[in-house]
């Protein structure tokens, strides 16, 4: 009895892991992500902002930021103007960021100055650094035109005259 | 010769393709491709800002150019002295029976394709011609904005459908903003 036992005993086999349908997904799994891998800067899109569908195909470059979001504008990430009004036809600018000039916001002006006078000491320093003027203005698709003229008005009054508008690609990625 | 009943048999065991180092390597591969992948790709669209003309040579070869167009893009609450509806107002010279009106369509958003077609017309005629002038109502949205450009700078998938060697054609890359009524 005991022999027979022995004999079951050395026949069962140690059960193996299938790992067969687990090596496809990940084989799918790798392909979709080698076809959405990118090499281009990824923009940091801000909080409360939608941005409005192109077919434009430039690529993001590293450039200062300016977001006009649903309620407020910032500099890279650093708020400086909370805007009034909700829809497209109440959105404006408080009266008190204009000064001498009616579609200046000095608010915004005087922080991109200071931006640029850093860029350009820099720039100054080390020849490797060049200050083009680049700009990236990310606005929610709902933003009035009148407060995208006086943000592009303003970055230009500042200094920086290479204007980009940051949109969503609508073609295949 | 053994009779069959005396024969042994070996059991041929199934060979098993060993999958382990190819799965330590895959868990691996995924996560970085998964902090470098691309889901939402941004892109920009360029407008650099006008060079104003400084030397009196400058200055003569604008005031020589004949050639002139102007999409206006007028809103509903913009009052407007083209039509009183909103839509486009296309005008330039290349037009000899004056400005073109496109209204906005059934679904009440602006003829982004129709402009793109009168875009088209107008290259036909001044294949040369780069520059644009959008002139735009106060309370166009910034979506509608980026239509009109897209709609002037290329030939869009719309047009495109049945003349598929058109799509992206380069039209009027350079532009300039301005505000209606400013």
Redesign the interface.
Known sequence: MSRFKSKRRARAQTP?LQ??S??DI??V??FF??K?????P??N?SKNLE???????????YALNIAVSKNEISVDGESIIALQGIS??TKRLPQAVFRRDPDLIAPLFELLAKKRSYAAKLAKRDPLIKFKGDC?IQ????????I??KV?YTA?QAGY?????????T?D? | MRPPSQRSYRRKQEQ?LE??P??SL??G??PF??T??????????????PKVAQTEQEIRKVEKEKFYLRVY?IDR?TKNQVRGRPGFVVDSNAFRKGPKFLPLTKEKSYDTTGLNAVMLEVKKKNIKRKNVIII????????D???T??AT??I??ELAVNNPELLGVELFPDVI???AGS
Request: no cysteine.
């Open positions: 193996q790992i067969t687990l090596l990940m084989t799994l790798l992500l080698l959405s891998f990118g090499t281009t990824e923009l899109i941005l409005p569908k192109s077919v434009s195909t430039r690529p993001a470059v497209k036809e990236i606005a929610d698709q709902d933003t009035p035109f009148h995208i003229k592009l230009g005259l290479m204007l980009n508008v940051a949109t969503l690609s073609k990625i | 098993e999958l382990t190819m799965m895959f868990v591969l995924v491709l998964l470098l992948a691309v889901f939402t790709k941004v892109t920009l669209i360029s407008l650099p800002l893009i609450k735009s109502g106060k309370y166009v949205g910034f979506q904005l980026v239509r450009l897209d700078r290329e869009l998938p903003m301005d505000e």
